[in-house]
């Protein structure tokens, strides 16, 4: 008789506890695109591949109507929110999802799941598209960079809970701050995979990122 198949528990963990400082219209995961919070769509996305939903939210705020998590109080910043997260649970896999990226195809939630287990980290990203320049001061053209190499990083972002613990909580003794969960993993050396991810998992960060939101909604919720 073969053994049973292991299956790690997974947890995905939804920092949302920004205050949409760019965007200006409040904290952001709760703007609604289409009818429905960022955060709703991305706990939506999410809620049928894992045990468990966690969602950092900001100071006195409690989840929107419907959302079905259990809530936690953010941090100062993204990483601390996360952190947060972090300590709050003990599933094994970890996925960390910005509530600013609603639309999160379930191909690219189970290929990052499946990785962050046989590698350890995984993340979303996309090759770069455009011409990258690294401008001289004043904003002039400066040094023209090779794109051959260069993948834009994008959430959800998949761990074993342990190593993401603990790299997260070295860069808090060190005083390092970084953009992203992979990175903190990938200062420590360890190997972050890379998971094709989808061009409709643009984060919602300017205004016209919403209206963008809106357009993507309207056929996103008819299922194309
Ligand atoms: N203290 C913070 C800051 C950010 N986030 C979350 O991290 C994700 C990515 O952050 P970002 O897009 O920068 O959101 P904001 O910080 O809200 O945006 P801004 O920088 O424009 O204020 C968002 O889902 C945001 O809610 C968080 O949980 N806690
Ligand atoms: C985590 C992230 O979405 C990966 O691209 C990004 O780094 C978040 O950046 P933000 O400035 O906190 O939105």
């Given at each position: 008789m073969t053994e049973p198949h292991f299956r790690p528990r997974t947890a995905a963990l939804i920092p949302a506890a920004g205050s949409g400082t760019r965007l200006g219209?409040?904290?952001?995961?709760?703007?609604?695109?289409?009818?429905?919070?960022?955060?709703?769509?991305?706990?939506?996305?999410?809620?049928?591949?894992?045990?468990e939903v966690l969602v950092a939210l900001p100071a006195g705020m409690a989840l929107p109507d419907g959302v079905q998590a259990q809530p936690i109080s953010g941090g100062d910043t993204r990483q601390a929110s996360v952190l947060a997260l972090l300590r709050a649970t003990n599933a094994d896999v970890v996925l960390i999802h910005?509530?600013?990226?609603?639309?999160?195809?379930?191909?690219?939630?189970?290929?990052?799941?499946?990785?962050?287990?046989?590698?350890?980290?995984?993340?979303?990203?996309?090759?770069?598209?455009d011409t990258l320049v690294q401008a001289k001061e004043g904003n002039d053209w400066g040094t023209l960079t090779p794109r051959e190499s260069l993948w834009?990083?994008?959430?959800?972002?998949?761990?074993?809970?342990?190593?993401?613990?603990?790299?997260?909580?070295?860069?808090?003794?060190e005083g390092h701050a970084a953009t992203d969960d992979a990175g903190l993993i990938a200062r420590l050396g360890q190997r972050v995979a890379l998971i094709p991810g989808d061009a409709r998992l643009f984060k919602v960060t300017t205004p016209g990122d919403l209206a963008l939101a809106e357009a993507v909604a309207a056929v996103w919720d008819k299922g194309v």
């Open positions: 219209r409040g904290p952001k995961a709760f703007v609604e695109v289409g009818g429905l919070s960022l955060l709703a769509r991305s706990v939506a996305c999410l809620s049928p591949y894992v045990d910005d509530a600013a990226r609603p639309f999160l195809p379930a191909r690219v939630i189970r290929e990052v799941a499946a990785a962050a287990w046989e590698v350890g980290a995984a993340t979303a990203a996309l090759p770069v598209a834009a990083v994008q959430t959800p972002q998949g761990f074993r809970r342990a190593a993401l613990l603990a790299a997260h909580e070295a860069a808090q003794r």
